[in-house]
Nanobody, 124 residues
Framework: AQVLESGGGSVQAGGSLTLSCIASGLTRDFDDVAMAWVRQAPGKGLEWVSGINDGGSRTYYADSVRGRFTVSRDMEKNTLFLQMNTLKPNDTAMYYC????????????????WGRGTQVTVSS
């Protein structure tokens, strides 16, 4: 399986970025797996940022990003998105895409595949 993130970069506070994650070669169809975005800031542990169930009808957001970030998925393109608005310096982190066999926000043990991450840097 291959899980590939893209879209990271450097922006000023208040700016926006859209992350993408393409999943291929999964043991299940893309519309049969849950997906998530997890980030790790320098010197800190993993933070579950957002999640979405297989059908796209259920979503999860960390309190730190709720109202600013929006997760979505395109079934035809096997792609997960994270629209990030009003970015803050505290959003600076490596953002990882995760594939889960079932919708289980904040459950690292339930992650089947991880991407290698895309870096987001927000300057003040």
């Amino acid at each position: 399986a291959q899980v590939l993130e893209s879209g990271g970069g450097s922006v000023q506070a208040g700016g926006s970025l859209t992350l993408s994650c393409i999943a291929s070669g999964l043991t299940r169809d893309f519309d049969d797996v849950a997906m998530a975005w997890v980030r790790q800031a320098p010197g800190k542990g993993l933070e579950w940022v957002s999640g979405i169930n297989d059908g796209g009808s259920r979503t999860y957001y960390a309190d730190s990003v709720r109202g600013r970030f929006t997760v979505s998925r395109d079934m035809e393109k096997n792609t997960l998105f994270l629209q990030m608005n009003t970015l803050k310096p505290n959003d600076t982190a490596m953002y990882y895409c995760a594939v889960q066999p079932k919708y289980a926000p904040c459950s690292r043990s339930n992650v089947e595949y991880w991407g290698r991450g895309t870096q987001v840097t927000v300057s003040s």
